[in-house]
């Protein structure tokens, strides 16, 4: 099932940049071009083309084939959690509203109400604020219906959690300029998380259109997009950084590897204090023998 689904993930890769090549995607390139002109004095051809193709989002063939591979480990790591087989017509289903997805949201790119990013430096126009606004309240309506109907799990929703705020701590201690980048394929992919319940018609056909916009986003704007913080030049780590980086992660990891056991030792550590307290507040309803040989010496 998942060497199946990788199959059409990679078939729709190889749509997206099919359309790239089409004329149904117009190509910007006056900033490839100046990218040239300004840095051509300064570099060899070879790392002159490299540098412009990043900085503009351009493709050539090492990029379009490392950009696969990336696609396929992350649809892996997307979907290792929850495989479920599927009948074949809803498979079938399912793969044709993820190529429709991703071939009309490529199309929609060409359309200046299209033409935005959410970030911490966006400036939105009030039509893209509307529609940008009730597609998360319509998410989120989704979103809150699967924790009503308790389909959200929870835990897959953990890992990228932990592995954003792991990065969020790590660039906080280097510098305070941290930017915020919601790229369409990270959001997307995230929230197919929330639509894993595969027996429910609805999850399949949500989880099929993130899956399409997802597989879009890095095809068109490469894997870095995937990473939510933007931030300035930051210098290699430091030697001390480094030390104290292999320093408290043992320690971390050790306290992920025996957090049932903590768990445990708290719950006993308060099972045992609200049992002194009280076998502390409890009195004897019939004298004890002390007290019966104190009334005896007193009389």
């Known amino acids: 099932m998942i060497l199946l689904y990788l199959f059409f993930s990679t078939y729709l ?19 490839m071009y100046n990218c040239l002109r300004v840095f051509k004095p300064y570099l060899r051809t070879e790392k002159l083309y490299a540098v412009c193709d990043q900085l503009n ?7 379009f084939l490392k950009n696969l591979v990336f696609t396929n480990l992350c649809v892996y790591a997307l979907i290792r959690e929850w ?27 060409n359309y200046s109400l299209f033409q935005f990013s959410i970030s911490s430096t966006s400036h939105l126009t009030l039509s ?13 309506c989704l979103c809150a219906w699967q924790c009503y109907r308790e ?25 305070a300029g941290i930017g915020v980048h919601f790229h369409h394929a990270l959001t997307m992919g995230t929230l197919s998380l929330c639509f894993t319940d595969f027996k429910v018609r609805m999850n399949r056909w949500v989880h099929a259109f993130c899956i399409g916009i997802f597989i ?9 997009e995937i990473f939510l913080f933007n931030t300035e030049y930051i210098p290699t780590p430091t030697f001390l950084y480094t030390t104290w980086l292999c320093i408290l ?6 306290g992920v590897a025996h957090r049932k056991t903590l768990v445990r030792w708290s719950r006993w550590r308060k099972t045992s204090r609200k049992r002194k307290n009280s076998e502390s507040l409890e009195f004897p309803l019939l004298p004890t023998k002390i007290d019966i040989d104190t009334d005896v010496l007193s009389s």
């Open 13 to 31: 890769y190889f749509v997206c940049e099919w359309l790239k090549t089409t004329s149904y995607i117009p190509k910007n390139l006056y900033h």
């Open 57 to 63: 989002y351009q493709s050539d063939f090492n990029i």
């Open 83 to 109: 495989s479920v087989p599927m009948p074949s017509v809803y498979f079938c289903v399912y793969w044709c509203i993820a190529f429709g997805t991703a071939i009309v949201y490529s199309l929609l790119g």
């Open 128 to 140: 893209q604020f509307i529609m940008i606004a009730s597609l998360s309240c319509f998410f989120l």
């Open 151 to 175: 389909r959200l799990r929870y835990r897959l929703l953990c890992i990228p959690l932990v592995m954003y705020g792991s990065m969020y701590a790590l660039l906080r201690g280097v510098t």
């Open 216 to 224: 879009q986003g890095i095809n068109f704007y490469t894997i870095e």
């Open 249 to 254: 992660f043992p320690l971390i990891i050790t």
